[in-house]
Nanobody, 116 residues
Framework: QVHMQESGPGLVKPSQTLSLTCTVS??????????WSWIRQPPGKGLEWMGV???????YYGPSLRSRTSISRDTSKSQFSLQLSSVTPEDTAVYYC????????WGQGTQVTVSS
């Protein structure tokens, strides 16, 4: 069973960089048929796909956030991370990490509020 767990600060100040980490257990983040994504849901809105990392470390980002988003990984810790720069209150959302193999595995989500 694959388990995903997000971690990171729940409060970020405007203009700072939001950093979250997803710890994966039950699968290797280098497994060939898995991809690893970040998805968010602002309050009262739908899900927004932010970006994905393939098993070889290649990344792809959504067009609206591409200039501010970066996904990286630490294979020794079975973790992949999200950095979102220059945040504003509009970046307030629940952030999910998702692993997709033959089925998808979601973390429980972590609330991030951008506020001074």
């Amino acid at each position: 069973q694959v388990h995903m767990q997000e971690s990171g600060p729940g409060l970020v100040k405007p203009s700072q960089t939001l950093s979250l980490t997803c710890t994966v257990s039950g699968a290797s983040i280098t497994t060939s048929y898995f991809t690893w994504s970040w998805i968010r849901q602002p309050p009262g809105k739908g899900l927004e796909w932010m970006g994905v990392m393939a098993n070889d470390g290649t990344t792809y980002y959504g067009p609206s956030l591409r200039s501010r988003t970066s996904i990286s990984r630490d294979t020794s810790k079975s973790q992949f991370s999200l950095q979102l720069s220059s945040v504003t209150p509009e970046d307030t959302a629940v952030y999910y990490c998702v692993g997709v193999g033959t089925v998808s595995y979601w973390g429980q989500g972590t609330q991030v509020t951008v506020s001074s």
